[in-house]
C-alpha cells in the first residue's frame, strides 16, 4: 500500500505543469541579452514609401503606427521606436550607429525564403548586446497582406497588423517564447500564430509579452548606462515569420560575425510536458505484477 501511494505521489509531481515564463529574449555567442543600448529614450525608423499593393489607401501605414504604438505605449517603457517618415529605395541592410532601422516592403527581389513572410534583422555588439541596427522586410512578393477587419479581406490574406505587432518584438530583443499553447491561454503576441486572417491573430500584447518587454526596458537597468563606442566586431540575427511547417535553425559565419537564421513553423503541437514519465512509471509499477502473472510458479507462501 505504501509503494502504491509513494507512487502515485510521483504520477502527480510528474503531471503537475513546471512554471516558465512566458517570454525570452535572444542573446550573443558570448551569452549577452540582445537589447538597445542604455540611454536611448528614441530609436528612429523609417518606412518603404512603396507600402504594398494589396492594402488600400495607407492602410499599411496607418498598421504599422498603430502596431509599433503598442510597445511603444506600455507604462514601464523608457525608450520607443520614434516614425520618422518615409522613403524611397527603403533597404534592409545592417548600418552600424547609423540609426538607419528601416521598414521594407520587397515586391520583386525577395533574396530569403520562398516560405517567410516577414523577416526581422538585428545587427548588435556580441560582448555587450547592444543593437545598433534593426530592419523588418516584408515579402510582398510572394503573399497578400491585408487589414482583416476590411471587405476585401480574404481568409487566406496574411494579417498585416499581426505580423508588424510580432515583428516589431523583435525588433526590441524578444525572441519566441517557449510555451505550451495547449495549457497557455492566451498565447502571447511573440508564440508563432496562424497569421491569416481566418484564423483571427492578436492585434495585442499579453501579459507575457509586457514582462518580457518590461524585465528589462522597465527594470531601471536601461537607464543606468551609456552608449558604448562602435566596435569593430558584430554579430546579426535574424526572425522571421514563415508559413510552412519546417523548423531549423542555422548558422553560417559572415564577415567576421555570426547570422543566425531562425524560422517559425505552425501547427506543432508539442507533447504535454511530463508524459513520457508518466508512461515510463506505470510500466516500472505494473511490471513485478505482470511478471507474477506470465511466472505463477514463482508466487505463492513457502513455508519451511
Known amino acids: ?128 548586446g547592444f543593437i545598433y541596427d534593426a530592419d523588418m522586410e516584408f515579402n510582398d512578393q510572394m503573399f497578400d497582406f491585408a487589414l482583416c477587419d476590411a471587405e476585401d479581406a480574404e481568409e487566406y490574406d496574411v494579417d498585416f497588423r499581426y505580423v508588424v505587432l510580432h515583428e516589431t518584438g523583435h525588433m526590441f530583443g524578444l525572441n519566441h517564447p517557449e510555451v505550451d499553447p495547449v495549457d497557455t491561454n492566451p498565447l502571447p503576441v511573440m508564440y508563432v500564430h496562424d497569421l491569416f486572417c481566418k484564423n483571427s491573430p492578436p492585434h495585442e500584447l499579453t501579459q507575457d509579452d509586457i514582462d518580457g518587454f518590461c524585465s528589462y526596458y522597465g527594470s ?29 535553425l542555422s548558422t553560417v559565419e559572415e564577415e567576421g560575425g555570426n547570422k543566425g537564421n531562425s524560422t517559425c513553423s505552425y501547427d506543432r503541437r508539442p507533447i504535454p510536458n511530463g508524459w513520457w514519465w508518466v508512461l515510463l512509471l506505470l510500466l516500472v509499477s505494473l511490471a513485478p505484477r505482470m511478471f507474477g502473472r506470465l511466472h505463477p510458479g514463482t508466487r505463492g507462501n513457502c513455508r519451511q
Not at 5 to 14: E, M, N, S, V
Not at 99 to 108: G, I
Not at 224 to 238: A, F, H, R, S
Request: net charge negative.
Open 220 to 248: 531601471g537597468i536601461f537607464e543606468e548606462g551609456c552608449v558604448e563606442p562602435v566596435p569593430d566586431v558584430v554579430e546579426e540575427v535574424t526572425e522571421d515569420i514563415k508559413g510552412d511547417l519546417d523548423d531549423d
Open 1 to 128: 500500500m505504501k509503494s502504491w501511494f509513494f507512487i502515485g505521489l510521483l504520477l502527480l509531481a510528474t503531471l503537475s505543469p513546471t512554471e516558465s515564463l512566458g517570454f525570452d529574449y535572444y542573446y550573443s555567442t558570448q551569452g549577452a541579452q540582445v537589447r538597445w543600448e542604455p540611454c536611448r529614450s528614441e530609436i528612429p525608423y523609417y518606412v518603404d514609401e512603396n507600402g504594398t499593393n494589396t492594402i488600400a489607401g495607407d492602410g499599411e501605414f496607418d498598421a504599422i503606427l498603430e502596431m509599433v504604438g503598442i510597445w511603444n505605449d506600455l507604462p514601464c517603457s523608457p525608450v520607443e521606436l520614434s516614425f520618422q517618415g518615409r522613403i524611397n529605395n527603403a533597404i534592409a541592410q545592417a548600418g552600424i550607429g547609423e540609426d538607419e532601422n528601416h521598414f521594407v516592403f520587397v515586391k520583386t527581389t525577395w533574396s530569403h525564403k520562398a516560405t517567410q513572410v516577414a523577416l526581422t534583422t538585428l545587427t548588435y555588439n556580441p560582448v555587450t
